[in-house]
């Protein structure tokens, strides 16, 4: 429990991790059954299943930023139909990399993986894709409604 503490901000994280790194412990535990060498690999698999929960949990963290960012430029009181139609106005003119990736990830919900296996590319290319996309709707953001994009941010 102190190793997936070490890699998690909660309790409860730390807890979703322990739970993950014995999955896997319990998947592969065949080739580990000498005493000698098993203290290190759980401790392998713990490690591993925290870093694999925080690349997971930092995909959603991105797409949640970038979702209540468009909510608070274009907020309820404007309708679904408008807010999406501003929103993809923003967006439309990306290169087409950033845009089908953006959108694959951000309103579709298709993962890093997910894209690379549609596009002939890797998922460090879309996750690079993604940030450069990002940052380029921050800064048209930025631009277009400056007194709304500093209550966002």
């Known amino acids: 429990m102190s190793i997936c503490q070490c890699y998690s901000k909660t309790q409860k994280e730390a807890i979703a991790i322990l739970n993950k790194g014995f ?56 309708s679904a139909k408008m807010r999406n139609k501003a929103s993809m106005s923003l967006v439309k003119n990306f290169s087409p990399p950033y845009r089908i990736v ?10 890093h993986e997910e894209i690379a296996a549609l596009l002939p ?13 990002r940052t380029i709707l921050h800064q048209r953001v930025r631009r277009s409604l400056p007194d709304k994009y500093w209550k966002y941010v």
């Open 23 to 78: 999955m896997k412990m319990f998947v592969g535990m065949n080739p580990y059954q000498d005493a000698l060498f098993f203290k290190g690999w759980l401790k392998r698999m713990m490690v591993t299943a925290a870093v694999a929960f925080y690349h997971y949990h930092r995909e959603d963290k991105l797409t949640r930023d970038i979702k209540k960012m468009i909510q608070n430029i274009f907020p309820e009181g404007d």
């Open 102 to 111: 953006f959108n694959l990830f951000v309103i579709d919900g298709f993962t």
């Open 121 to 133: 590319s890797s998922t460090g290319t879309s996750q690079n894709h993604l940030l450069t996309a």
